[in-house]
């Protein structure tokens, strides 16, 4: 099993990233964009000015407006944001071959239906391959050719260690996982707290406080995990416990930049202001605090969280009320 040709769908930071990664992979890339300015400066100057500036792209990478330019693609990293991930997919159903492997790139739970985007993928390209793309990786790193590290979660072994193969770069290193929902969990739960570490920074809580919020989170993520059928070994690695260090510990992160920005005192509204690029935490906290209540699993920091860019909270009693929970055992 061979791949030659990668589409990637979405054009934002993080598409574009692993264009650029794939391209440096030795693939021949189609990097299909919605707006207009990103797919005219890469064409013109060979740079995403909109989203990834200052970084020259590989002449390997073709940008298309069309996803019909996709359908010869031998993979499909499919990389909008969460939220828009059904819609995206509805639209390239048309042009999907039975069996294509759609890599999902996008961490996050769906809004309204909570479901995770392998449960989205599954019910609207039933007929594809799935796979997920997760891990420690900032995509102006990547796309710089930075080393990083991943996870490729697929339940057919044979699929995953060929997409690892196909993606797998001089500084791009895939490992392998079967386990697409802890894989998807870890991603989808860190954005939200990578807000809470924000938080903790913008207030100057000091490090201590920023260790525990990191350690806590890692055990919501890891009982979420567990609660829908995810291994808690997977999201111990690079997809999760990985991955929530990385996001928790730069303002690089949109999601932490905008923790930081609330704890500094800005509201909502001012943190947002002017950002084009989606701080997925900010979009599935919501679904993230619903699916856990359905699924009965605790996990405080994440509901402070959700309750505080509702603005049912204010930031310092979200803290407090966290500093007053009951006194229990480490593991629970």
């Not at 594809?128 to 697929?154: D, K, Q, Y």
């Amino acid at each position: 099993m061979e791949f030659h040709t990668a589409g990637v769908i979405g054009g934002g930071a993080w598409g574009t990233a692993l264009a650029q990664s794939a391209a440096a992979a030795g693939l021949a890339v189609v990097l299909q964009a919605r707006e207009p300015e990103v797919i005219e400066s890469i064409r013109t100057r060979r740079v995403n000015d909109a989203f990834l500036p200052g970084i020259e792209l590989d002449s390997a990478i073709n940008v298309t407006s069309n996803l019909a330019d996709l359908a010869d693609c031998d993979l499909i990293l499919a990389v909008p944001p969460a939220q828009h991930m059904r819609a995206t997919l509805q639209a390239f159903a048309p042009y999907a071959r039975p069996g294509l492997p759609i890599v999902l790139c996008a961490k996050g739970v769906e809004r309204g239906s909570l479901k995770l985007m392998t449960e989205v993928l599954a019910e609207t390209v039933p007929s594809a391959t799935p796979a997920v793309l997760s891990g420690p990786s900032f995509a102006a790193e990547v796309a710089r050719g930075l080393p990083s590290a991943v996870t490729i979660a697929c339940e057919d072994e044979d699929m995953a260690v060929a997409l690892a193969t196909a993606l797998s770069g001089p500084v791009f290193r895939p490992y392998l996982a079967d386990d697409l929902i802890g894989a998807e969990t870890g991603g989808a739960l860190k954005n939200v707290l990578a807000i809470a570490c924000g938080i903790v920074e913008g207030r100057e809580l000091g490090r201590s406080a920023h260790a525990a919020v990191i350690t806590r989170g890692f055990a919501e993520i890891v009982r979420v995990a567990q609660a829908l059928g995810g291994k808690a070994e997977t999201v111990a690695g690079l997809c999760g416990l990985g991955d929530l260090v990385l996001t928790c510990s730069s303002p690089q992160s949109r999601n932490m930049s905008l923790g930081l920005a609330l704890g500094q005192g800005m509201s909502v509204e001012q943190a947002l202001a002017g950002k084009r690029s989606v701080a997925e935490g900010y979009e599935s906290a919501p679904a993230v605090r619903e699916l856990t209540r359905k699924l009965g699993v605790e996990t405080p920091i994440c509901e402070a969280v959700a309750a505080v860019l509702a603005g049912e909270t204010t930031v310092d009693a979200a803290i407090e009320a966290l500093l007053t929970r009951p006194l229990k055992p480490e593991r629970e």
